[in-house]
C-alpha cells in the first residue's frame, strides 16, 4: 500500500482529505527552508486528522456547547498574544519578522473570536469578567513562546476532540467546515511557533520541529501532549496505532520507527482535560 493508494481510498469516504492535505502543506512551505523530508511528513499528518476524525469522543453534546467551547479558548488565545505585544519584558526580543508574525496570529486570534461570537449570537457566554492572568509567561521570550507553543499544540487537539460532536449534532449550517478550517489555522500557528523556538533569539532550540514527536512537551506542560479521557479515544500523542491498525512502526509494509510515526499524527482531546490544562497555567 502506498501513500497515495492510502489517500485515494480516503477520498471516498472523505472528499474533505484533499483540502486538508493543501492546508498542511501550505503551512510548512511558508516557513521558508523546510527540507523535502519534512515536506513529504505533511501530508501523514492530515491523513491522521482523517483517521481519527471517526475515532474521538467528548463530554460537550450541542453545537453550541462545542462553539462556546472553542470561543473560550480563542478569547484565551487572543489575549495571551495581544498581552504578549504590550509587555514591557519582551519589547526588545520582539521585533521584526518575530512582532510580525505575533501580530498576525493575534488578528486570526481576533478573527475566530468575532467569527465564533457571531454564529452563536445571543446564544454566547459572556467572556471571563477578570479577563486571563498569564503569570510569568511574559517574563522571557523564551518563556513567552514556550507558552505559545503550548496553547497552539492544545488548540490543536481540542478542535479534534470537537469535530465529533458537531457531526453526530447534524452539523447545522455547516459548522463542522469552519471548525476544521479554524482547526487548520491553529495547526499553522502551532508549527509556526515551534519554528521561531528555533531560532537565535529562544535559544537556538534546533531539536525542535514544526510538528509533535513522541509527545515530547519541549518545557512545555506534560499533559498537554498526554492521553484524555478516554484514553482509547483520546490516546497520547505518541500514539502508534492509527485506523484500526494497532502498530504502524511495522503494518504498512515499510518499518518506521516510533518517532515518525508519532509525528504523522495528531491527536484529538476532550474538553475536559482541555480545560484543565488552561486553568492549571491561566487564571480565569
Known amino acids: 500500500m502506498n501513500l497515495f493508494k492510502i489517500i485515494s481510498e480516503l477520498e471516498k469516504a472523505d472528499p474533505?482529505?484533499?483540502d486538508r492535505l493543501t492546508h498542511r502543506r501550505s503551512a510548512l512551505t511558508a516557513l521558508g527552508d523546510l527540507s523535502k523530508k519534512m515536506a513529504l511528513a505533511a501530508a501523514p499528518i492530515a491523513i491522521g486528522s482523517a483517521f481519527n476524525k471517526a475515532m474521538g469522543q467528548n463530554t460537550l453534546t450541542s453545537v453550541?456547547?462545542?462553539l462556546n467551547y472553542a470561543l473560550l479558548l480563542e478569547r484565551l488565545e487572543y489575549s495571551f498574544y495581544d498581552q504578549a505585544l504590550k509587555a514591557a519584558t519582551l519589547t526588545v526580543p520582539l521585533t521584526g519578522a518575530a512582532r510580525t508574525a505575533i501580530e498576525t496570529i493575534r488578528a486570526h486570534e481576533l478573527a475566530h473570536v468575532n467569527l465564533l461570537e457571531t454564529a452563536l449570537g445571543n446564544?454566547?457566554?459572556?467572556?471571563p469578567a477578570n479577563g486571563f492572568d498569564f503569570g510569568s509567561a511574559f517574563s522571557t521570550y523564551s518563556t513567552f513562546l514556550t507558552f505559545a507553543q503550548a496553547f497552539e499544540d492544545t488548540g490543536v487537539r481540542a478542535y479534534?476532540?470537537?469535530a465529533t460532536v458537531?457531526?453526530?449534532?447534524?452539523n447545522p449550517n455547516n459548522v463542522l467546515q469552519t471548525a476544521l478550517q479554524i482547526h487548520s489555522v491553529?495547526?499553522?500557528h502551532a508549527a509556526h511557533i515551534r519554528y521561531m523556538r528555533r531560532g537565535a533569539t529562544a535559544g537556538n532550540q534546533t531539536g525542535i520541529m514544526p510538528?509533535?514527536?513522541n509527545a515530547d512537551a519541549n518545557g512545555a506542560p506534560a499533559p498537554v501532549y498526554g492521553a484524555g479521557n478516554p484514553v482509547n479515544l483520546f490516546p497520547a500523542e505518541d500514539n502508534l496505532a492509527q485506523g484500526g491498525i494497532a502498530n504502524l512502526t511495522t503494518a504498512l509494509g515499510t518499518t518506521y520507527t516510533a518517532a515518525d510515526v508519532s509525528a504523522a499524527f495528531d491527536e484529538?482531546?476532550?474538553s475536559t482535560t482541555v480545560t484543565n490544562i488552561a486553568r492549571s497555567v491561566v487564571k480565569f
Open 16 to 18: 474533505e482529505i484533499m
Open 268 to 270: 484529538g482531546l476532550d
Open 123 to 127: 446564544a454566547k457566554d459572556p467572556a
Open 64 to 66: 453550541n456547547a462545542v
Open 211 to 213: 510538528w509533535v514527536v
Open 160 to 162: 479534534k476532540g470537537q
Open 166 to 170: 458537531i457531526k453526530g449534532a447534524g
Open 186 to 188: 491553529e495547526a499553522r
